[in-house]
């Protein structure tokens, strides 16, 4: 099988341990790349989930066993914990299984910028609509993944490719629209307030690669709905995949390199 090489690669929202995790495509994903560094930016095992009813399908593990054969190979894994997980919030600071959690943290890309990467859920407080933001697990959520997974089965039935009808409804209702913009407003916020070029998190289910207010703006979605990644190419260009039944760039942002000084051009 062909691996696509990338130097760093971001995902999130897996919610292993719950019934629409699209662990399918994640493992396609995780077997059909590489890359030096993989972090993992929260909400990997859904434990909320879980405490309520107990499912675990064996590629859930597989997705496990695949994440943790990358880091005992050299690949570096960076495991920062969501609130569906925070449990692991406790192990901030150690490494599990050749996996470092951390509870933020600084990357910075091959053009010499700086990201801000967290969760997410620290800015709930600062959205009009928490139960909007705190969706996995509402009953209204999952009553759009219930209509999203029976659309998907007759969609095969007839040939077609996945396609994520709970993303589609999310995007229609002002509300919810409303406090998305509320929570990347708050994200871009922090990215100023600390000094960075960007934000990377995950948490709402709404991929996003965008720049504004001068601050390049990345939401590596999720794979309940939508099955998307964030990835950093050799030339410094972040991308943002959707991988399901058909692979394709949704966006791109290129990051410019800082210029030589005199003294490099000299030599």
């Known amino acids: 099988m062909k691996t696509i090489y990338y130097p760093s690669i971001w995902i999130s929202d897996l919610h292993l341990g719950y019934k629409d995790c699209k662990a399918d495509y994640l493992l396609d994903f995780l077997n059909r790349t590489n890359c030096d560094v993989l972090y993992l930016v929260g909400d990997i095992v859904d ?8 499912y675990w399908e064996p590629s859930h593990y597989k997705v496990l066993e ?10 570096r894994v960076i495991y920062i914990p969501g609130n569906h997980d925070e449990t692991f919030r406790h192990y901030v600071g150690r490494s599990l299984f050749n996996v470092e959690v951390h509870r933020t943290f600084i990357h910075t890309t091959s053009a010499g910028k700086r990201f801000l990467l967290l969760h997410g859920d620290d800015f709930d407080s600062a959205t009009r609509y928490n139960k909007l933001i705190s969706i ?8 759009l993944l219930f209509l999203n997974r029976w659309t998907n089965r007759i969609r095969r039935i007839y040939g077609g490719h996945y396609w994520s009808l709970a993303s589609w409804i999310k995007n229609r209702v002002h ?32 991929p996003a690669l965008k720049v504004s207010d001068g601050i390049v703006y990345c939401n590596d979605g999720d794979w309940i709905e939508n099955c998307t990644a964030l990835v950093e190419n050799k030339d410094g ?7 399901s039944d058909i692979q394709h760039v949704l966006h791109t942002v290129e990051l410019a390199r800082p210029p030589e000084n005199k003294a490099s051009q000299a030599a």
Do not use: P
């Open 136 to 143: 996995a697990g509402d009953a209204g959520y999952d009553f």
């Open 47 to 54: 434990l909320w989930s879980m405490k309520r009813q107990f």
């Open 175 to 206: 509300k919810a629209k409303e406090a998305i913009a509320a929570f990347e407003a708050a994200a871009i916020h922090e990215a100023k307030k600390q000094g960075v070029d960007g934000i990377i998190c995950g948490h709402i289910h709404q």
């Open 66 to 75: 695949c994440i943790q054969a990358k880091a005992e190979s050299g690949t």
């Open 237 to 243: 260009r972040i991308e943002l995949l959707h991988w």
